[in-house]
């Protein structure tokens, strides 16, 4: 059974920088083709892919908050850490941690979220 | 980034409805479209990758369909427990990219 389980501050001030760890059971991240990374969604509003990283240690960034985000992973304690400098209001919001690996059909690899963690409220308040 | 185009924001529907959510992706993406589901409160479920295949376990009467730019997510016989936002996804390119959303109410 795949679990994943956000943890960090609920609030963090104004051009503090934010860390997220997300500590995950039932797979490994040096299976081929596994992904873990984080998306949230601020309060009413879409959701937003962030970061991901590969068992392959592929790491891959939103272009437009690629200058703020650090991701890494930690087999041995099977956890993958986000970080986000300057964080702003504007980026209150839930932080999903989320697992990712190939489907295939008709010889193509697709790669849906297909395991969430519950999500974590981060609110940026001085 | 490819821009996914959700409609309608938000139907009304009764319990035993069929309802459909289109997606409009900004350029050709194939087949390469997720659906999920989100209660509020919770985290989205996935529901169909690849444009139409069932996720394991989730209910035939959740359908996907759509090729190309255009993509729909179809539900049959409304059950109370269906009432939630979806969204759509692509997968096509980095960054992945969600729609906007669709809120089913009653």
């Known amino acids: 059974q795949i679990t994943l389980k956000e943890s960090g501050p609920t609030v963090v001030k104004p051009t503090q920088t934010l860390t997220l760890t997300c500590t995950f059971s039932?797979?490994?991240?040096?299976?081929?083709?596994?992904?873990v990374g984080w998306i949230r969604q601020p309060p009413g509003k879409a959701l937003e892919w962030l970061a991901f990283i590969y068992w392959d240690d592929d790491e891959r960034y939103s272009p437009s908050l690629k200058s703020r985000l650090t991701i890494t992973k930690d087999t041995s304690k099977d956890q993958v850490v986000l970080t986000m400098t300057n964080m702003d209001p504007v980026d209150t919001a839930t932080y999903f941690c989320v697992h990712s690996r190939p489907y295939h059909s008709d010889g193509n690899g697709y790669y849906p979220f297909d395991y969430w963690g519950q999500g974590t409220l981060v609110t940026v308040s001085s | 980034d490819i821009q996914m185009t959700q409609s309608p924001s938000s139907l009304s529907a009764s319990v035993g409805d069929t309802v459909t959510i289109t997606c409009r992706a900004s350029q050709s993406i194939s087949m390469y479209v997720n659906w999920y589901q989100q209660k509020p409160g919770k985290a989205p479920k996935l529901l169909i990758y690849?444009?139409?295949i069932l996720q394991s376990g989730v209910s035939s009467r959740f359908s996907g369909s759509g090729s190309g730019t255009d993509f729909t997510l179809t539900i049959s016989s409304l059950l109370a427990e269906d009432f939630a936002t979806y969204h759509c996804q692509q997968c096509y390119s980095t960054p992945p990219t969600f729609g906007g959303g669709t809120k089913v109410e009653i």
């Open positions: 690849a444009a139409t």
């Open positions: 039932g797979f490994s991240l040096i299976s081929s083709g596994v992904g």
